[in-house]
T-cell receptor
Framework: GAVVSQHPSRVICKSGTSVKIECRSL??????MFWYRQFPKKSLMLMAT?????????EQGVEKDKFLINHASLTLSTLTVTSAHPEDSSFYIC????????????FGPGTRLLVL | LAKTTQPISMDSYEGQEVNITCSHN???????ITWYQQFPSQGPRFIIQ???TKVTNEVASLFIPADRKSSTLSLPRVSLSDTAVYYC?????????????FGGGTRVLVKP
């Protein structure tokens, strides 16, 4: 149980294009999902908290117009990197909080974004 | 939010027990302690979670002293495939504004 998927697993795009990453909780409902970013050999950095049916809460320094988050259902959150640039290249990971409101979050496998 | 301190790296050998200690001196009453394992280019994998005393599952044990200011993840008889980064997270979603933050993690290298 507690499986979170992400799609795509890897994406290469040209500078200036937008990229959408999907995060799904497969066997539980997640009212809260989180988006992280990770650079090579660094720890995970929280970007935003996504609550179903409401606007996402962004961490300080994260541009909300750059990283659009939508949490339209209890099992799906999407992150759209708009007008991507090479500096946006990174490993993006989502997680979903235990559907019963518990204290555990389960992570997706991550999405590797490379912007050329 | 409780700040955590872990060793940056640890080396071990196959078949040995690995113990990773995480310090969290300002842990709050409602905070839980959760450990994750991460392999390169993968999302973190939940290992174990505890609140106090000892918790054991099929892959690890978590020891938490009475004052809860530290915790120790114990991996019995490690294998080469246990080479990974291990993260200790301390907090409670409800108390932490519904979010938890990662510290630096411990890079464990298991040698043959």
């Amino acid at each position: 149980g507690a499986v979170v998927s992400q799609h795509p697993s890897r994406v290469i795009c040209k500078s200036g294009t937008s990229v959408k990453i999907e995060c799904r909780s497969l066997d539980f409902q997640a009212t809260t999902m989180f988006w992280y970013r990770q650079f090579p050999k660094k720890s995970l950095m929280l970007m935003a908290t996504s609550n179903e049916g409401s606007k996402a809460t962004y961490e300080q320094g994260v541009e909300k117009d750059k990283f659009l988050i939508n949490h339209a259902s209890l099992t799906l959150s999407t992150l759209t990197v708009t007008s991507a640039h090479p500096e946006d290249s990174s490993f993006y990971i989502c997680s979903a909080r235990d559907g019963q409101g518990g204290e555990t979050q389960y992570f997706g496998p991550g999405t590797r974004l490379l912007v050329l | 939010l409780a700040k955590t301190t872990q060793p940056i790296s640890m080396d071990s050998y196959e078949g040995q027990e690995v113990n990773i200690t995480c310090s969290h001196n300002n842990i709050a009453t409602n905070d839980y302690i959760t450990w994750y394992q991460q392999f390169p280019s993968q999302g973190p994998r939940f290992i174990i979670q505890g609140y106090k005393t000892k918790v054991t599952n099929e892959v690890a044990s978590l020891f938490i002293p009475a004052d809860r200011k530290s915790s120790t993840l114990s991996l019995p008889r490690v294998s080469l495939s246990d080479t990974a980064v291990y993260y200790c997270l301390v907090g409670a979603f409800k108390a932490a504004g519904n979010k938890l933050t990662f510290g630096g993690g411990t890079r464990v290298l298991v040698k043959p």
